[in-house]
């Protein structure tokens, strides 16, 4: 089994371009799914759908949530699917199996008075501080993941044009950059980032204070230790900065499906859960202006 894993990722890669990001989080679910059928002593090219239903019940029992079991099924759904395209099945015993129902919460938001007093906190004195304006800057002006935002590299920005190419796998979108931020990028480009690196072969955009590219766990230190100087009460995250981003575009009249080429949502149903928020804005401005109000 082991080396239909490693075929399946490697078709992955190759022929789905997927990224690294979401190979990872496919390895693990099937090494998981793996070592359940080890232990349990099942042939995993002949398990039935009543085994593949004892498999998500097992991870319900040990208390993992319902977004991680229906992404469990999705990652095994795709493997077995592999299997069938290679001709090592005849049958997916994925097939008829439901995802558990996963309750959309409302995503965490910030005001924009909040946005403005977080981004207010790096000073631009030293070189740290050049890059952490940058960095929050950007984080709020173009809406990525975090991880989208630590894969770039220093030509995947073009500060005349006042755009970024975001590459996700096979998929690229342009994002537009606003004046603040590109005033932020250009100040740590030109005269933090060229002293920061050891190696002027280093392509990565962001980098930390050693020179290298910086991380998921580095960039959410960041945006902690500044929350904490800002003295916001609120959990923020990097990703509270990408849902702010969108909610507060949305709030001052941007198109949702604008919205949704910025974000990278390949469903607009998943843009579409930042309505509430702009039905709320809505409210409020008729509460004001209506004279019956």
């Known amino acids: 089994m082991e080396e239909q894993i490693n075929n399946f990722l490697t078709f992955l890669k190759n022929d789905k371009r997927l990224s690294e990001n979401t190979l990872q989080s496919y390895r693990r679910d099937v090494v998981q799914y793996e070592g359940y059928v080890t232990k349990k002593d099942i042939n995993y090219l002949n398990i039935e759908k009543d085994g593949i239903n004892a498999y998500l019940k097992s991870l319900q029992k040990n208390n993992k949530k319902s977004s991680t079991v229906s992404r469990s099924l999705a990652s095994i759904r795709s493997f077995y699917q592999y299997l069938l395209r290679t001709k090592l099945i005849t049958k997916d015993p994925t097939e008829g199996i439901q995802s558990p129902k996963i309750e959309k919460k409302a995503p965490s938001v910030l005001s924009s008075q909040e946005v403005e007093l977080l981004l207010e906190q790096p000073t631009t004195e030293d070189l740290k501080g050049m890059r952490d304006k940058a960095m929050l800057e950007f984080a709020y002006a173009t809406g990525m993941r975090v991880t989208e935002i630590i894969s770039l590299d220093l030509d995947c920005v073009d ?59 580095g960039f959410w230190k960041i945006v902690k230790y500044y929350k904490e100087q800002a003295h916001i009460s609120k959990e923020i995250t990097p990703h509270v900065l990408r849902h702010s981003f969108a909610t507060h575009l949305l709030q001052n009249g941007a198109d949702l499906k604008a919205i949704q080429t910025m974000l990278g949502h390949s469903d607009i149903s998943s843009t579409q859960v930042y309505m509430q928020f702009q039905d709320e804005n809505i409210k409020n401005i008729y509460r004001k202006a209506h004279p019956r109000a």
Do not use: H, W
């Open 159 to 217: 500060l005349e044009q006042g755009y970024v190419v975001c590459k996700n796998g096979a998929k690229q979108r342009n994002i537009p950059l606003g004046t603040m931020s590109l005033k932020a990028l250009k100040d740590y480009i030109e005269n933090a980032r060229p002293i920061i690196i050891k190696d002027d072969s280093v392509k990565a955009l962001f980098v930390n204070i050693n020179g290298k590219r910086l991380t998921r766990q």
